[in-house]
């Protein structure tokens, strides 16, 4: 594939992303009350600190053992380095079943949320 046309695949996916959020900013502020809005923004925030805890940077060590092993050796790789975030995904939902309350409550988001 030529530079250019990757370029713009790049590019094009970039605006469509960026812009998306920006176009649904008026629905929101329409349709969310600040309440809502504020529990909105800390579910991202929660998301985006907790994400990199359960995925441990697996998805860049198998694309690199993509690369690097054989078919049969990234099979077994891929079913090893799946198991890590699966594991901290059961902790982690084990931990907010047994205290989600006290957990939702200090930091004041639904355990629904926190769970899901």
């Known amino acids: 594939m030529n530079i250019y046309k990757s370029f713009s ?3 094009s996916a970039s605006i469509i ?3 998306l959020s920006f176009i649904l900013l008026p629905l929101f ?3 969310l009350a600040p309440d809502d809005y504020g529990m909105l923004s800390l579910i991202t925030t929660l998301f985006s600190f907790t994400l990199p805890v359960i995925s441990l940077g697996t998805t ?3 694309s690199v053992a993509f690369f690097r092993e054989t078919k049969s050796d990234y099979a077994s790789y891929l ?3 799946l198991l890590i975030p699966m594991g901290l995904t059961v902790f982690l939902i084990i931990l907010l079943t047994f205290s989600g309350n006290l957990i939702s409550n200090a930091i004041n988001v ?3 949320w926190l769970i899901s």
């Open 9 to 11: 695949i790049y590019l």
């Open 17 to 19: 992303e960026r812009g």
């Open 29 to 31: 502020t329409f349709y």
């Open 60 to 62: 860049s060590a198998i």
């Open 79 to 81: 079913s090893s380095a």
């Open 110 to 112: 639904p355990i629904k």
